[in-house]
């Protein structure tokens, strides 16, 4: 039977009581302020990083959530009223027509972020 406290294999802790971790704290904030200047000291919104995939799957999810939101609340209604598919159909079109809101939003909103200065986001050439 080996004693595990005389082991060479076995890490010596830090005499103190503190754990070394100083020299990753300096790191990670070496790295921080490389890229803090590296961003010009410009701290980018979410928004504006988003690439076109993740703004063209935002806007997809939106639309789709919007109407399945819409048809399961007709499917509740039709259940608890037993109104047969027609609570179901209005909500779905109403879902639909919340989902076009919101794209149009998103879209228009997009469009008012990147105009270019002194040209109107509304005016259309």
């Known amino acids: 039977m080996t004693n595990s406290k005389n082991d060479p294999d076995r890490p010596v802790p830090p005499s103190s009581g503190k754990p070394d971790t100083s020299d990753l704290a300096n790191r990670i904030k070496k790295a921080q302020d490389a890229r803090l200047a ?3 000291g410009n701290v980018a919104s979410r928004q504006g990083d988003m690439s076109a995939l993740a703004r063209g799957l935002r806007i997809g999810t939106e ?3 919007a109407i399945l939101v ?6 509740v209604i039709d259940q608890v009223a037993g109104t047969g598919p027609w609570a179901m159909l209005i909500m779905f079109m109403m879902g ?3 989902g ?3 794209v149009i939003r998103v879209v228009a909103e997009f469009n008012a972020r990147n105009a270019a200065p002194g040209q109107d986001a509304d005016k259309v050439d």
Request: charged share 0%; hydrophobic share 55%.
């Open 38 to 40: 590296a961003n010009g």
């Open 63 to 65: 639309f789709v959530a």
């Open 70 to 75: 819409g048809t399961g609340i007709g499917y």
């Open 96 to 98: 639909f027509a919340a």
């Open 100 to 102: 076009i809101l919101n």
